[in-house]
């Protein structure tokens, strides 16, 4: 298999890439794959629990599962899940903080929160919970890093997701970002990033024989790339 083989991304009107950008794709299990958060964390965020709404208005059905936008909002939300078990109704406020003062439908996926918006939804937070100054400057710096992760149009609007490859990845702008979701391309289904290749042939390649380099010299990528690659559609099929 020559690194020829893999397609390359085809351009979509914009109508079209609205309306495949808040299309279900993604169920549960697999998002919360993607996302490394536990599956029942992210149906609380869209689907409430006893005593509490969603904190994420979900673009399809529960069982059709989440849009790639949802996708981003959680992938947003998920910043404060990595350090700190902020009660779900506190973030709650918070958000609607950040939406009243912003005017904001949907915060978490809008590029003013970007900007403005993480600042104002820290800051709240902090009050409603007493957290110390540098609770919140580590708050920010983790937000901070999931948002570095998306890639916006002209217009802010998500286009892709870089997604953490592992648990424990580095947090600063400069970790690499070897796999992309970006629903124009396989389904929107994990690949390797800048080539198109699916995370799963890469897999399947991998199980048949071929060895890290080969899959490197095919794709015309790094070794680590293909590495980091694996392990997302490996640690996945692990679960």
């Known amino acids: 298999m020559s690194k020829l083989e893999f397609r390359k991304e085809v351009p979509v009107p914009r109508v079209d890439l609205d309306a495949l950008r808040r299309t279900p794709a993604y169920p549960f ?76 439908e949907r915060p978490l996926a809008k590029v003013e929160f970007q900007t403005d918006g993480v600042d104002l939804f820290v800051d709240h937070l902090g009050d409603l919970l007493n957290v110390t100054k540098e609770g919140q400057i580590e708050m920010q710096a983790l937000m901070h890093a999931h948002l570095r992760r998306i890639e916006r149009d002209p217009l802010g609007v998500p286009i892709k997701l870089y997604p953490f490859t592992r648990k424990d990845a580095p947090l600063e702008a400069i970790a690499p970002r070897p796999v992309e979701i970006d629903p124009r391309i396989a389904f929107g ?23 890290l380099s080969d899959l490197a010299t095919d794709y015309d990528a790094s070794t680590e790339a293909i590495e980091e690659a694996l392990r997302c559609e490996f640690d996945r099929q692990a679960a």
Not at 63 to 89: D, K, M, Y
């Open 189 to 211: 289904r994990p690949v390797l990033a800048g080539r198109g290749v699916p995370t799963a042939i890469l897999a399947d390649r991998f199980k048949a024989g071929d060895t």
């Open 29 to 104: 299990v697999e998002a919360a794959h993607y996302l490394r958060l536990p599956k029942s964390t992210l149906r609380a965020w869209f689907l409430g629990q006893t005593g509490f709404r969603p904190l994420i208005r979900l673009d399809g059905t529960p069982t059709e599962g989440l849009s790639f936008i949802n996708l981003v909002e959680a992938h947003v939300l998920a910043a404060i899940r990595r350090v700190h078990r902020v009660p779900l109704p506190k973030v709650r406020k918070s958000l609607s903080y950040v939406a009243t003062h912003l005017k904001l």
